[in-house]
């Protein structure tokens, strides 16, 4: 790891700042942070974006946003994108890495995966639809996903040789259990949560064959899915785009937890 500051310097600013009261950010896992992903990564579904970030709406409130804040490290390239693939990520995101960076974070697969289509097919459709579209996603996650994240993962490791890579997961979706008028059945809820352990279990076999840190966020999620009395993760909302993503709170509750537990 690159230090850009004298350890003598670094303790005295770090006295002062405690001599006025201040709150010191925690010492940074890596200088030079990169975070790579879709949607559960930029912070799609806390409905405060960047202007900057345009569709790929990256959040101020988003856990790699969050994790920078209170790590300050020394770079911070956040180009998570909403709606993005691994093709996206092999196409477009790979220029934020180099030989210098020391931390990576990315979530990816479940647009591969066509989660948006499967989900609004069980949302709309018969019980024999959803479950259809269901074992579909689960027959790419088993046969075709484990190519592209090996691809992917093979890239980032290329462009990034010397860097801790987390590799955070997806969520259950949704509680079981009574969900009040007009939700999807628990039939469907328990479809969908079964493709996202699906998920997870070719996520991480992937991850440990790269040698990367798989971070399983279903634990910290169990209990505030969607039907949840304090739910971290949107129903249906308008406008749809925010629609079965993590809340601010998911973020913060949810995968920044997860990832600290990683870094430190």
């Not at 790590?71 to 993005?84: I, K, L, N, R």
Request: with cysteine; charged share 10%; glycine share 12%.
């Amino acid at each position: 790891m690159r230090r850009r500051l004298l350890p003598t310097l670094g303790g005295l600013a770090t006295g002062l700042l405690l001599s006025l009261g201040l709150a010191v950010p925690a010492a940074a896992a890596s200088t030079d942070y990169a975070a790579l992903g879709d949607s559960y990564s930029s912070g799609v579904g806390t409905n405060n974006y960047d202007s900057s970030s345009g569709s790929c709406l990256r959040s101020p409130q988003a856990y790699p946003r969050l994790w920078a804040n209170a790590h300050a490290p020394t770079s911070f390239q956040f180009v998570a994108c909403s709606g993005a693939t691994t093709s996206d990520v092999l196409g477009s995101q790979l220029g934020a890495l180099s030989a210098g960076t020391d931390l990576v974070t990315i979530s990816v697969g479940g647009n591969d995966a066509g989660f948006a289509n499967v989900v609004t097919t069980c949302r709309l459709g018969s019980d024999s639809s959803c479950l259809s579209a269901v074992n579909n996603a689960k027959s790419y996650i088993t046969n075709t996903l484990p190519g592209r994240l090996n691809e992917t993962y093979q890239a980032i490791r290329s462009r990034a040789p010397s860097a801790q890579v987390v590799v955070l997961g997806y969520p259950r979706l949704f509680e079981l259990g009574s969900c009040g008028f007009g939700s999807i059945s628990e039939y469907k809820r328990g479809l969908l949560n079964g493709g996202a352990d699906t998920m997870s279990g070719v996520i991480s076999a992937r991850a440990a064959a790269a040698g990367f840190t798989y971070a399983d966020v279903r634990t910290r999620f169990a209990g505030h899915g969607v039907c949840a009395s304090s739910p971290w993760i949107n129903g249906t909302t308008w406008p749809l785009t925010e629609s079965y993503h993590p809340r601010a709170s998911g973020h913060s509750s949810g995968y920044l937890p997860a990832l600290t537990a990683v870094t430190g």
